[in-house]
């Protein structure tokens, strides 16, 4: 794939970049790895002013930055603007959190004095350079959420960003650059994936964390495997959203139509999978279909846009071919299904919802990523455990019921790392993301987040001192 800006509401290449060559990414581990001496040695709060100025730069640069966002990749101005104010509050929130999160651990007296220590403690140092892959879908989220722990906690960072976001990744160095990190401390590579294998085998990388899909989360954690390194993997996810009859109905609707398009539904933790209970699915059904049939789609610099377009032609085609499987083995489009007319260029495609859908289906096991909801109808809740739970994927779970005994089942059985009641899943600095089966595995956010690249160090004492 070439490194290039191609703006998906027009198809028009924007501006194309040459991938980094041998001599130059050299140079960059070199920095990588330099920077990294220096920075591991500095305080928390050395590091905290420096997070809080990239917040400051960030917070100033946020119109600029949400247009290279939205001319990248398509997501409306109004989401780049708020992604971008997501990343401040997570700066923020590491730069006044670290240091607390990685304060020393003490193990309880008597497994210290059991162990022959005169005390004992862990101490959490960094790590080393991080490679981070990173896809284009929160073009400047992703990053910021490995970005901010992984320098907060001395580390030091390499970005290999998806290949259709360039500008965003330049944008990135430049801006922990400009806040007075190391020189090196925090690099952008543009290369395309064939180099990324390479990148991992190096000595100076230490670890890696990658958000994508299955297969480039397969690839990196083998040769991370084989080369004995640490990895993170956020992946793919295909979140069941139960619909139970003590649920308020209307917001549920009303959460299920954001849960699903938002970023053009373009998101991991979009709710996919629509199981609703059969007491109420036909008054889901219709009043879920009239919100759906009801969003604007169109030029993604537009105010009032609900949803752009697919950030790549090739997005679109992948969905076009579940919808059209489902489609042709007898599932219903009740509204989309196809291209919207009205906008015969860039890479648009209707909010679709169908229904009728089975096993046999393509999009009943893989992720439909774009705005494209499967309804299904539940007798009752073993059934609709059963149902939310016949996935690969494990990322995150919705549900929505007022019934305390359910809410405990539901904890109990969905087999993903999230469980949100009554709301949509949606990632927050101060609490732990991240997926179960293949989905991935590995914490980000919080103090989970930030331990994830940690060297957890036990520091023992013995007893003549
Ligand atoms: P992708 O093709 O896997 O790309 C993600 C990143 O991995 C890009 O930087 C890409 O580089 C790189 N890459 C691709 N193949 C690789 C390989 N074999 N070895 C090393 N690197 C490789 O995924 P995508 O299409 O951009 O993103 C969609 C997927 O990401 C969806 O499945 C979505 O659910 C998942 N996702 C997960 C999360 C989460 O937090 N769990 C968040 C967002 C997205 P190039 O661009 O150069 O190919």
Known sequence: MAIATVNPATGETLKTFEPLNAGEIEERLFRAERAFREHRLTSFAQRAALMHRAADLLEADRDAIARTMTTEMGKPLAASRAEAAKCVKAMRWYAEHAEAQLADEHPAPADVKDSGASRAFVRYRPLGTVLAVMPWNFPLWQVVR???????????????HASNVPQ??????????????????????????????????????????????????????????????KTVLELGGSDPYVVLPSADLDKAVRTAVTARVQNAGQSCIAAKRFIVHTDIHDTFVSRFV????????????????????????????????????????????????GRPLHLPDGWYYE?????GVTDEMRIHREEAFGPVATVYSVDGLDEAVELANDTSFGLSSNAWTRDAAEQERLTRDLEAGGVFFNGMTASHPGLPFGGAKRSGYGRELAGHGIREFCNATTVWFGPEE
């Open 168 to 229: 965003t990744a330049l944008y990135l160095e430049d801006l922990f650059r400009r806040a007075g990190f190391p020189e090196g401390a925090f690099q952008t590579l543009l290369v395309g994936s064939g180099a990324v294998a390479d990148l991992l085998r190096d000595e100076r990388v230490v670890a890696a964390t990658l958000t994508g899909s299955e297969p480039a989360g397969r690839s990196v954690a083998s040769i991370a495997g084989d080369e004995i390194k």
């Open 290 to 337: 009239e919100r759906m049939s009801a969003l604007k789609v169109g030029d993604p610099m537009a105010e009032d846009t609900d949803v752009g377009p697919l950030s790549s032609a090739q997005g679109r085609s992948d969905l076009e071919e579940l919808v059209d499987d489902a489609t042709r083995r007898g599932a219903t489009a009740l509204c989309g299904g």
């Open 351 to 355: 909010p679709t919802v169908l229904t």
């Open 146 to 160: 490995f970005a901010a722990p992984a320098l907060m906690a001395g580390n030091t960072g390499l970005l290999k």
